[in-house]
Structures are given as structure tokens and as C-alpha cells.
């Protein structure tokens, strides 16, 4: 091994791409561990970094070249040791000079002072928060001004950011490019706005509001005003995300969804007051769209859509068929199983998707309308591979049965599934037709009873969910 030239070495363990192989390798002799330890550019850490401080200096002395680094404390108890701190982060950033990708989870002891130290490394290019509760609005600030080509900002259950400077400096800077905002408490729809030029620059965007701090707020006529007159340029965004948002007619949220001229992907979950206007737009701005997911509510009272009740039906699936040819994955969900009718996607809504857009996956979440009829209109879908079932309670036998005959299917998951028997899988015994199938909480199907269904059988059964 020490008559081999450098990069022939360096090529054989750039190809070890397992962490517990490469530090296999590493250990054999003290060539390898040299440069092994100049080619590790990305590191995962936790509960075991104990004593912290020692021994994220000893690791980020000996992988000098370290460009991504994660810490994440998930699980962590205090007879494990201590957290990371504010000195960690300044260890981080004085050892770590190419740093350009950093995550922390769970790093419940960093505050302010610590994401200043960070402020320093001025290659950083993402940065993933997840539950950081001692991080404020002036700490996400510090960091975003001295981190001039961040591009990535996660901030996930951030309990405390509340002062919104560093929302309207990200704004003026027009960097960023994926930004995730999810289940901090303060923040609200509103916001966004703030972001102003910079939705030019924006790829990605995943906003999630906390529905158990959720307080429902009048948009004020200032607000509202702003988001009418500011055009909002996001034609580049790509992949759009909503979680428990409010979407008002001409307002907020809805100004952003009608002008996704590019976008691919979609996901809309417990969006009060999406309208079949909405999604109308969207589909005829959005040609490029390759998946769509929406969880519809089934509270259609709230005060603030008292004049605007939502009305999401066959239409938005229509609009989305006949726009949309390049769409390959469908999600649809609805909260629970009594809905009015005019709010309920029907059988032929559904259908008109899958006869029209080469849908390769399916997913259908309580969707009372799908029934035996609608796998039976299955078995012409040519390119349909993954289809998963949850809550469907009008497929019995006769449907599951047909399963077999959908072409191209290699996936079938079922989830709380009553009208299902054993005998629906009469027909995939011993077949091989598929290569997984997933039952889980269904209880009229036995383990017994699905052996042999597909190359390879999961099930599960948990019926606490029924009582």
C-alpha cells in the first residue's frame, strides 16, 4: 500500500462510501488514516460527543476539510452527558474554515451568542434549525447578515423567533433559495411577505403553521394591501409546501399559488379556504407540474371564512388533467369521513386524472367516493406503479381482487381497511405480480392470508384505532 501513488489511494477510498467501512480502512495504517482524514467533508454526531467541547475539537482537528457537519440530540437525556453549547459553535466555526452546510437538532442549550459565533463563517450556504427553544429573531438575524451566501434556511419548531428583521433582510439580499418555516409560533402568513424581491430567487418554500397555537388573525387592511400591490415574482419557485395555512381569496397565500409559473411540485394539507379557483389557476400557470398532494379540512365554519365557505371539487382535478400532462404522483386525503357533497371529490374526478396524466403513483387517504368501481378503472391505468389505499371503505373482495390486472403495479399498501378479507388476495398468490405489499390495521386480513401475495409482504395489525 506505501508504493501505490496518492490519487490511485485516494480514488479506492472515495469509493468506500460507508462510514463504519471508511473508518475500517482508516485504522490499517497510519497512510490510509492521513489521507481518509483529508477526504471526510461531511460528519454526523449526537448523544455520544462527551466530553463536547474535547471532542468536537479532537474530530474537527483531524477532518480539517469537514464542509457539512450534523448534530442532532434527538433522544438525549441528561445522564448522557452535555449538550452541545454556545462554545461548541464557536469551535465549530473557528476549526471548520470550509464549513458550508450545518444541522441542529435538538440543541436545546444553544442560544444568540452561539449562531453569532456562526456569523463568522462566511461560507455557509444552509443552515437547518430543528427545535433550537432559546434562539430569538436577533440571533437568526446576526447570523443571516454575516452569512452573506446562505441560501438554505431551516427553522423548524423555533419557539421563541419572533422579531421578523431578519425575514425583510433575507428579503433585500435575494440569496435564498429553499426556505422552511415550520411550527414557529409566531410567525404567520403575513410575514412572507416580508421576503419581498427575493420570492424571485425562491425554489423552495415550506411553511407549517402549529394548529395547537394557532389563533386566527384578520388580515388588517395595511396587510392586506401589501399583498395585493406587491407583485409577488416566484415564478421560479419549484416546490411549494402549505401546512394549516389560511388561504383568502386575493390575499396572502393565494397571490403566491396563481404565479408558480414553474412549478413541479405541490402540497397543500389543512389549507382553510382553498378554493377550486385556486387550483384552477394553478394548474394553467403550472404545466410543469409532476405531483400534487391536498388534505382537505373538514371544519368548513371558521370565522374567517364565514363569506367564503370552501368549495373544492371535481373542477380543481378537471383543471388539473387537462393542464398538467407531466403529472405522476397524486395524494389525496381528506381529516375524516363526513363530508357535505359539494366539498367531495367524486369517482369521476378522480378518474379523469388518472385517464389523462401518466399517474405513476396514487395515494388515497379516506376517500369514501373510491370503490370497487374505481379499481376496476384502475386496470387501464398504463403507467400506474405505487398505489396505497388508507381509510377507503367502499373497496371490498371485488375491488382488491382486480389489483392483480393494473399493468404496470409493483406497490399496493393498505391502511385501516375494513371491507378487505383474505380473499381479496386470492388472485396475487403465488403471482409475484408484486414486488411489496404493505397491510397494516386491517382486520379483516390476516398475516396467513397475504403469504405469498408479493416478493415481499409487510404486515402489521393495531386495531386500537377502530375503539
Not at 178 to 193: A, M, S, T
Not at 348 to 357: E, K, W, Y
Amino acid at each position: 500500500m506505501d508504493n501505490l501513488p496518492a490519487e490511485l489511494v485516494l480514488d479506492i477510498l472515495g469509493r468506500i462510501k460507508r462510514t463504519a467501512d471508511r473508518n475500517s480502512v482508516s485504522l490499517t495504517c497510519k497512510r490510509l488514516y492521513k489521507l481518509d482524514n483529508g477526504l471526510r467533508i461531511y460528519m454526523r454526531v449526537g448523544c455520544g460527543l462527551h466530553p463536547v467541547c474535547d471532542a468536537l475539537t479532537a474530530l474537527c482537528n483531524r477532518f480539517h476539510n469537514l464542509e457539512k457537519v450534523e448534530i442532532i440530540y434527538s433522544g438525549w437525556m441528561s445522564k448522557l452527558g452535555k449538550q452541545l453549547d454556545d462554545n461548541g459553535l464557536l469551535i465549530l466555526s473557528s476549526c471548520c474554515p470550509l464549513l458550508k452546510d450545518l444541522t441542529l437538532s435538538y440543541c436545546t442549550f444553544i442560544t444568540d451568542a452561539g449562531l453569532s459565533y456562526l456569523a463568522s463563517c462566511s461560507g455557509l450556504t444552509s443552515l437547518k434549525l430543528k427545535f433550537a427553544p432559546r434562539i430569538t429573531g436577533c440571533g437568526i438575524y446576526s447570523l443571516v447578515v454575516g452569512c452573506k451566501a446562505l441560501s438554505v434556511l431551516h427553522l423548524i419548531r423555533c419557539l421563541s423567533v419572533s422579531s421578523m428583521e431578519w425575514l425583510e433582510y433575507l428579503g433585500k439580499h435575494e440569496m435564498l433559495e429553499d426556505l422552511c418555516i415550520k411550527n414557529c409560533r409566531v410567525i404567520g402568513e403575513g410575514d412572507l411577505i416580508k421576503l419581498g424581491p427575493t420570492w424571485r430567487k425562491l425554489k423552495r418554500l415550506q411553511f407549517e403553521v402549529d394548529a395547537n397555537y394557532r389563533y386566527m388573525k384578520l388580515y388588517d387592511r395595511l396587510a392586506v394591501d401589501r399583498w395585493q400591490k406587491q407583485s409577488i415574482p416566484c415564478e421560479d419557485m419549484l416546490e411549494l409546501s402549505l401546512v394549516n395555512c389560511v388561504i383568502s381569496p386575493g390575499r396572502g397565500l393565494a397571490c403566491v399559488i396563481g404565479k408558480c409559473k414553474n412549478l413541479e411540485k405541490i402540497h397543500l394539507d389543512m389549507c382553510v379556504g382553498v378554493r377550486d379557483s385556486d387550483i384552477v389557476c394553478l394548474a394553467q400557470k403550472s404545466s410543469s407540474l409532476r405531483s400534487i398532494s391536498l388534505r382537505v379540512p373538514s371544519d368548513f365554519s371558521l370565522p374567517l371564512l364565514q363569506n367564503n365557505p370552501l368549495r373544492l371539487t371535481d373542477e380543481s382535478l378537471k383543471a388539473v388533467a387537462q393542464n398538467c400532462s407531466l403529472l405522476d404522483t397524486v395524494r389525496l386525503s381528506f381529516s375524516d369521513g363526513e363530508f357535505p357533497s359539494f366539498s367531495s371529490f367524486t369517482l369521476n374526478g378522480i378518474l379523469m386524472l388518472i385517464q389523462m396524466c401518466p399517474i405513476r403513483e396514487l395515494v388515497l387517504d379516506h376517500v369514501c367516493s373510491f370503490n370497487d368501481v374505481g379499481m376496476q378503472a384502475l386496470c387501464s391505468a398504463q403507467y400506474l406503479q405505487i398505489l396505497e389505499l388508507v381509510r377507503c371503505q367502499e373497496i371490498t373482495d371485488d375491488g382488491m381482487q382486480l389489483a392483480g390486472q393494473i399493468p404496470q403495479l409493483c406497490t399496493l399498501r393498505l391502511n385501516k381497511c375494513l371491507g378487505v378479507t383474505d380473499d381479496g388476495f386470492k388472485p396475487l398468490i403465488e403471482s409475484y405480480k408484486l414486488d411489496l405489499l404493505v397491510v397494516e390495521d386491517c382486520p379483516q386480513i390476516s398475516e396467513r392470508g397475504v403469504q405469498g401475495a408479493a416478493k415481499s409482504v409487510t404486515f402489521k395489525q393495531d386495531l386500537s384505532w377502530m375503539y
